[in-house]
């Protein structure tokens, strides 16, 4: 019987994260459901994914700490076997405003889980994928890379921007030891990130703005992320997949 993939999703117990685990489940993946603090959201998302005929893992630890991703990938290894699928998803924003009022700690805890989390967990895949003879990562990008959402977040769109250059360098240097890596640039999505802004009502009152007048599903998101993950892209890497009802 052919090996099922094992693919590790940070930040899977909400939003896209979630609706990927599950997306994955259905594809035929083995699943490492990574998560910060809630526990019960996490354990309600594995018993779908179980469900779904998949084996399910949930580790908890804090992406932007080099030791908890450690853990993370250590347990998960131990577990379900080799990482093979990386879904570098864990984001947070911080509060909505401009730079000029934004805190320093603040801007400090984006970079760190934006960047340098997405950075440690890259590092840890691509040593163990190459070990693994090879695998495929996707990074959750935002279209605010190339938006630079002023009066927002710039600070944050900047870490996205800092994701897509990594996904296209990191491709370049891996693409010898057989490992592809993507990333998925989202537009507005229906989760509880906006609530954790400060705006709740953000997804709503921005449809005009889009192209396709709506926010999209995380199950939006989650199809282009299997997508890239799947063999059907066996020849892309080095992408930055917009998925933003055009904007
Ligand atoms: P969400 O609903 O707020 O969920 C965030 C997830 O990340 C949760 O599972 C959370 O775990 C986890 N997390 C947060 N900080 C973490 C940390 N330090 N270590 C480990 N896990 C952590 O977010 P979302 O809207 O689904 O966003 C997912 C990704 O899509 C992010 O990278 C975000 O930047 C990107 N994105 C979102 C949108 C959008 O409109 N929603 C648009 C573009 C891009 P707990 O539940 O345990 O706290």
């Known amino acids: 019987m052919e090996r099922r993939p094992v693919t590790l999703v940070t930040g899977g117990s909400r939003g896209i994260g979630a609706a990927t685990c599950l997306r994955l489940a259905a594809e035929g993946h083995d699943v490492v459901l990574g998560y910060a603090r809630d526990e019960k959201s996490a354990e309600a998302v594995a018993e779908r994914v179980r469900a779904a005929g998949a ?37 947070v924003t911080g509060p909505l405003g401009r730079l000029v009022d934004a805190r320093t700690e603040d801007l400090r805890r984006v970079v760190e889980v934006n960047l340098l989390g997405y950075l440690l967990c890259c590092r840890r895949a691509a040593r163990d994928m190459a070990a693994a003879g090879g695998g495929a990562m996707v990074n959750v990008s935002s279209a605010a890379a190339t938006l630079g959402s002023p009066g927002e977040y710039v600070h944050y769109a900047a870490t996205k921007a800092g994701v897509d250059a990594l996904t296209v360098g990191l491709s370049k240097e891996l693409g010898p030891d057989g490992i592809r890596v993507n990333a998925v640039a989202p537009g507005v999505i229906e989760t509880d990130m906006h609530a954790a802004m400060g705006d709740p009502d953000r997804p709503a009152r921005t449809a005009g703005a889009t192209p396709l007048g709506r926010p999209g599903q995380p199950g939006e998101i989650a199809g282009a992320i299997a997508w890239l993950l799947s063999p059907d892209a066996s020849f892309t890497t080095g992408a930055v997949l917009r998925v933003s009802g055009g904007r």
């Not at 804090?62 to 984001?91: K, M, W, Y």
């Open 55 to 91: 084996r399910c893992l949930t580790v908890r630890g804090d992406t932007s700490r080099e030791d908890e991703v450690e853990r993370l990938f250590d347990v998960a290894a131990a577990e379900l076997g080799p990482v093979t699928g990386l879904v570098n998803n864990a984001g």
